[in-house]
């Protein structure tokens, strides 16, 4: 064990290595992957047994039906091996994936690594000019992403063991589970655009398949095919922007791609805006951003783990992924890049407004998810691409935590409504209340998230979200900024969405823990705390949730009494981390933007306004305290509707019924037209014509088939004359 | 002497024609096609005088044929008659589709 250990942390056996490597390193010592591909497959592994498990279990009950049954799976020879498999299979090749990751990352750790390593396995496609080969990537950005994925997905799938145990479908969840981790791990490791898409592409099916997971429900089947379309609009925008780089560069690999940009591409050029916009609405689709965020809050039809999986902590962060993977072409592109930091400040703003006034739990975090992945999205716009990335790990922590909580509080519950067969809302908040007395770990972990989401100091979200506002500020205010007053407008943005998100999570938390219990009192006695399996998942978020925030920490504050005057251990350490990554669309920002500024867009430094953001984070949250708390709810059944400007944000701007009118009732219409005149009129109409016609000369002909043989003979004779006369005449 | 010929065979050939198209007895019909091929005989004979030997060997060939459908045909139309106890070729129709 001791010479096994360091020989698998610096990669002493490259004999051991497969596949063939490209990328050379400097520094002391190369690195050398550990088994990167097994990192893939290994959830891919987990699919193929939970899906065999899945079919099994599924023929069983129909069995069991078919001979006028049911399946009982708490019978007395205990649970099936199709329910007891999974637990081990499904946590267990993602918790292997992980530790694998954690040997390559500190294997990296070791080495500085100024180029990406690119494991080739086979050739992929191969026809004329077009080559893609199924590679894997290997660089400080993959690396991270891995480990967000690899890690929080574990935590999930750990947790999914307690929430969806007595699930009758428990192997199908677990099959779904395990395809997306390894959709996810294909998209952050592929080592171009191409490969990328497939990741892209599964993890939307897998997204799909879990929000349909109860497809009997005939709303969350919709909810499920709603996702699906929306994130096919966006995807449209992935390929046309694939297709325009690749008819300037007649390659898809990220490595020439991005070594080539400067020199292929003109600074703001048609082209480069172009290819940015498209990607970008690649990335509005998958990241919920506006103007295709609609599917979100819909996708918390799914399993609540799901939520925080897919629809929190990973799949929707690949927008934000994919721009500070292509930071090259983004820094090549003012224009895009405004765009990309625009849409994500309105995004973060307005989706909060909306989050003031839900009452679903899981709709408060769907909104505040998509606002914090606007804050992302604004953070990588400006050009802090290490501050995107940090904002993206954070928040997998702490909005993974908050669904996780959810989900615990969710379950709870259901089971205390289930005892009475109370048909009320689980999820809705109004139902809730006073949930400390029942549940305080998940009170204070969800705290932790709260504190660390509205960016109290010295949680995880003040590092991270203070950052990426800073950097908003601070790049409107470059020498050669392109539009500093857009800049200054998103920075206000960023703010007042900060303040709004503060508001609406210290809101989620008095109405579901504090507060007098509005569940029912015969209800109140069965609402139990968690289990282990789903409350220690939680506790390690929450630490993370504390703890993450601290590896990033900017230097001008790290050096205050914020960093208690440098005692932080690891400074600005994402920051460096990502050097390699983000240096060259660094310095073609430095090249054509000049300096960012040193303060704030009113004056003011970095300190001044972290101070300022976390004194107003403090004041919103004891103000929502006393003004929620003051409020008297009842059970949602006996609320009255909301009135006013309340019910507009509790319908959600009306963005759904806008989007009703303006796109699908035209399109439903266009397609209703094409059906019905197009389609079964014109063209139809020519091909069943053709055919009467034939039927209509057939007709005609079998009018001289008399049957009797003179009529015959007549005919033969006057063709006879005829063909005589053309001849002679 | 080829001219009148050729006039006596085209006139025995129309009347062979007419013979065919408007009776409809098939053994006259039958004997209208005999009348037929004799107008054909006829010309080949002829234009052997002109153009050489090799008309009246069709000749003998066509009477070889045509006494080979004779008997084929007549065979045919004796079955017929006894299935319908007619040859008014009116009645047999089961040309038709």
Redesign the interface.
């Known amino acids: 064990m001791h010479a096994i250990l360091p020989m698998l942390l610096t990669g002493g056996t490259a004999a051991l290595q497969a596949g063939t490597e490209a990328g050379s390193q400097s520094g002391a010592g190369a690195f050398v992957p550990f088994l990167p591909g097994l990192v893939v497959l290994l959830p891919l592994i987990g699919f193929v047994i939970n899906g065999v498990l899945a079919l099994l279990h599924a023929r069983a009950s129909a069995v069991a039906v078919r001979n006028g049954g049911e399946l009982d799976l708490d019978g007395p020879g205990g649970r099936p091996l199709t329910h007891t498999l999974p637990t081990w299979v499904g946590p267990g090749v993602v918790g292997l994936a992980f530790l694998i990751t954690l040997v390559n990352f500190v294997r990296m750790l070791g080495v500085h690594l100024e180029e990406p390593v690119v494991r080739t396995y086979w050739t992929w496609i191969d026809t004329g000019t077009f080559h893609v080969a199924a590679a894997l990537q290997l660089d400080q950005l993959s690396m991270v992403m891995m480990l967000v994925v690899t890690g929080v997905s574990f935590l999930i799938h750990v947790f999914s063991v307690g929430y969806m145990g007595d699930d009758p479908a428990y192997p199908r969840y677990f099959a779904y589970l395990n395809l997306f981790v390894f959709f996810m791990l294909t998209l952050v490791m592929a080592s171009s655009y191409a490969l990328m898409f497939v990741g892209w592409e599964g993890v939307g099916l897998c997204s799909y398949l879990l929000i349909g997971f109860w497809f009997t429900d005939r709303e969350k089947a919709d909810a499920g095919k709603k996702a699906f379309v929306v994130n096919r609009i966006g995807d449209f925008g992935f390929l046309v922007a694939m297709f325009l780089l690749f008819s300037r560069f007649h390659t898809l690999d990220f490595v020439p791609v991005f070594h080539g940009a400067a020199a292929g591409l003109a600074y703001g050029g048609g082209l480069i805006t172009a290819i940015t916009l498209f990607f970008f609405l690649g990335a509005t689709g998958k990241s919920a951003q506006i103007p295709l965020y609609i599917w979100l809050p819909d996708a918390m039809a799914g399993p609540t783990p799901v939520s925080a999986l897919i629809h929190a902590a990973t799949m929707v962060t690949a927008g934000v992924y994919m721009v500070a993977r292509s930071s090259v072409l983004y820094a090549l592109s003012p224009v895009g890049s405004a765009t990309v930091a625009g849409v994500g400040a309105l995004t973060a703003f307005f989706a909060a407004t909306i989050a003031l006034k839900q009452y679903d739990i899981k709709k408060v975090l769907a909104y505040s998810t998509v606002s914090q992945l606007g804050y992302m999205f604004v953070g990588v716009g400006v050009g802090a691409y290490a501050a995107g990335i940090f904002h993206l790990m954070t928040h997998a922590f702490f909005k993974g935590l908050l669904f996780l909580g959810a989900g615990a509080i969710i379950h709870s519950m259901h089971h205390a409504l289930h005892h009475t067969h109370s048909h009320a809302d689980a999820q809705d908040m109004r139902n809730m209340g006073g949930l400390r007395k029942y549940m305080p770990i998940t009170w204070i972990v969800m705290w932790v998230a709260t504190l660390a989401i509205s960016g109290v100091w010295p949680f995880a979200g003040f590092f991270s979200k203070d950052e990426i506002i800073w950097q908003a500020g601070a790049f409107g205010g470059a020498a050669h900024a392109p539009y500093p007053r857009l800049y200054t407008f998103y920075w206000i943005l960023a703010l007042a969405a900060a303040l709004l998100t503060a508001f609406y999570m210290t809101r989620l938390m008095v109405m579901t823990f504090h507060g007098p219990n509005r569940t029912g009192t015969e209800e109140s006695r069965h609402l139990r705390e968690t289990p282990a399996v789903m409350w220690i998942p939680l506790v390690t978020l929450a630490a993370l949730s504390l703890f993450g925030g601290w590896i990033n920490v900017p230097e001008k504050l790290h050096q205050s009494f914020l960093g208690l005057f440098g005692a932080l251990p690891m400074g600005e350490w994402m920051h460096h981390w990502l050097e390699p990554v983000t240096a060259a669309a660094q310095q073609i920002q430095a090249t054509h933007l000049g300096a960012v500024s040193e303060s704030a867009p009113f004056g003011g430094g970095e300190v001044l306004w972290g101070v300022v953001s976390f004194l107003l984070a403090v004041a919103v949250i004891a103000f929502a305290w006393r003004m929620v708390g003051s409020r008297k709810y009842v059970p949602a059944e006996e609320s009255p509707a909301d009135t006013g400007f309340a019910r507009v944000l509790n319908r959600k701007w009306y963005v759904d019924e806008l989007y009703d009118t303006i796109v699908v009732r035209p399109l439903k219409s266009t397609s209703r037209f094409c059906w019905k005149v197009i389609d079964a009129g014109v063209i139809d109409g020519i091909v069943n014509g053709l055919g009467y016609l034939a039927r209509g000369l057939g007709w005609f002909g079998?009018l001289f088939?008399?049957?009797?043989?003179?009529t015959?003979?007549?005919i033969l004779?006057l063709g006879v004359l005829v063909i005589l006369g053309v001849v002679i005449f | 002497m080829v001219v009148a010929s050729m006039i006596l065979s085209a006139l025995l050939f129309v009347v062979g024609t007419l013979g065919v198209l408007i009776r409809r007895n098939a053994i006259i019909m039958f004997l209208s096609i005999e009348l037929q091929l004799n107008a054909v005989n006829l010309t080949f004979v002829a234009l052997s005088r002109v153009w050489g030997i090799e008309g009246q060997i069709f000749v003998f060939f066509v009477m070889t044929v045509a006494a080979a459908e004779a008997a084929v045909g007549l065979a045919i139309i004796i079955s017929i008659f006894r299935h319908y106890e007619t040859v008014n070729v009116n009645n047999f129709n089961l040309l038709k589709w």
């Open positions: 079998s088939q008399t049957g009797t043989v003179n015959y003979a007549l004779s």
